[in-house]
């Protein structure tokens, strides 16, 4: 008995931990997307949208609605469906269907979620110039 009390802490305290670095890596992106000083491209835009709405458990996302998240950060690409197009065909994107007036549904895939992290660690770093490896 106690050793099922004692899993299920530690299980407690692992999701704890596991939220805490969600909100603290949403906070570092969303403080990144609302810096105006951080060049962002379209792409690394939507990529980091992405990520970020994946982390906060979205798991299928549109480009409407990504739309309308980039561009309450003024992030919004001239035209998202356009960049999660050439995303699909760099493979960091996966589309799911094609919804009303050309609206996508998406997910990273694998790649574009590592793609989100790779453009997060430049952005610690202060790399000037950041173009995605896969889109640059």
Same mark, same amino acid.
């Given at each position: 008995?106690?050793?099922?009390? =004692?899993?299920?802490?530690?299980?407690?305290?692992?999701? @704890?931990?596991?939220?805490?670095?969600?909100?603290? !890596?949403? +906070?570092? $992106?969303?403080?990144?997307?609302? %810096?105006?000083? !951080?060049?962002?491209?379209?792409? #690394?835009?939507?990529?980091?949208?992405?990520?970020?709405?994946?982390? =906060?458990?979205? @798991?299928?996302?549109?480009?409407? +609605?990504?739309?309308?998240?980039? %561009?309450?950060?003024?992030?919004?690409?001239?035209?998202?469906?356009? $960049? !999660?197009? /050439?995303?699909?065909?760099?493979?960091?994107?996966?589309?799911?269907?094609?919804?009303?007036?050309?609206? /996508?549904?998406?997910?990273?895939?694998?790649? +574009?979620? #590592?793609?989100?992290?790779?453009?997060? /660690?430049?952005?610690?770093?202060?790399?000037?110039?950041?173009?995605?490896?896969? !889109?640059?």
């Amino acid at each position: 008995m106690a050793a099922k009390r =004692e899993i299920a802490e530690v299980e407690g305290r692992s999701a @704890e931990d596991q939220d805490r670095e969600t909100a603290r !890596v949403l +906070g570092e $992106v969303w403080g990144y997307l609302r %810096d105006e000083e !951080v060049p962002l491209s379209g792409p #690394e835009s939507v990529v980091l949208g992405a990520f970020c709405k994946h982390h =906060e458990g979205v @798991e299928l996302l549109d480009s409407k +609605g990504l739309n309308i998240f980039l %561009d309450s950060y003024g992030r919004k690409p001239a035209n998202t469906t356009t $960049v !999660v197009d /050439k995303l699909a065909k760099k493979e960091l994107v996966a589309v799911e269907d094609a919804g009303p007036h050309s609206h /996508k549904k998406f997910r990273l895939t694998k790649a +574009g979620m #590592e793609e989100g992290w790779e453009l997060i /660690k430049r952005l610690r770093r202060g790399t000037g110039g950041m173009r995605l490896s896969a !889109v640059g």
